[in-house]
């Protein structure tokens, strides 16, 4: 359902502002973090429907920002869909192992982001009820 708060945590300002591009055309509503330390503390404060979530950042990278949400009792049931360039497989079961609810790789399709962003909220409502 539009409307839903979206989290994008990445250190690419590009990355993030078509990001909100994209999900705002959708309706949906944004809050962009720039650091994997940023990414969690904002989590705490705005309590986001889903995370999207880079890797490869300074300090704190994306799959210690999964682990850490995963343990957070506000956000351990948050989805957390990884968009990163790493696209080995090894990093894609590294993603899903930290607790990522879904993988996708850059250069992405936003029709393709989009569908799954849909998908995951859908499947979180329905494990809520």
């Not at 192992?97 to 998908?119: D, N």
Request: glycine share 8%; aromatic share 6%; proline share 4%.
């Amino acid at each position: 359902m539009p409307g839903e708060k979206i989290l994008i945590v990445d250190d690419d300002n590009q990355i993030t502002t078509l990001i909100e591009f994209i999900l705002k055309k959708e309706g949906y509503s944004t809050v962009v973090a720039h650091s994997g330390e940023d990414g969690i503390n904002t989590a705490r404060e705005e309590f986001p429907d889903l995370v999207i979530l880079d890797l490869m950042m300074p300090g704190m990278d994306g799959y210690q920002v999964c682990k850490t949400l995963r343990t957070d009792e506000k956000n351990k049931d948050v989805p957390v869909l990884m968009l990163t360039a790493l696209g080995m497989g090894k990093d894609f079961e590294k993603g899903l192992v930290s607790g990522a609810s879904w993988y996708i790789t850059k250069p992405f399709e936003s029709q393709h982001l989009i569908k799954r962003i849909k998908y995951l909220l859908e499947l979180k409502k329905k494990e809520s009820l």
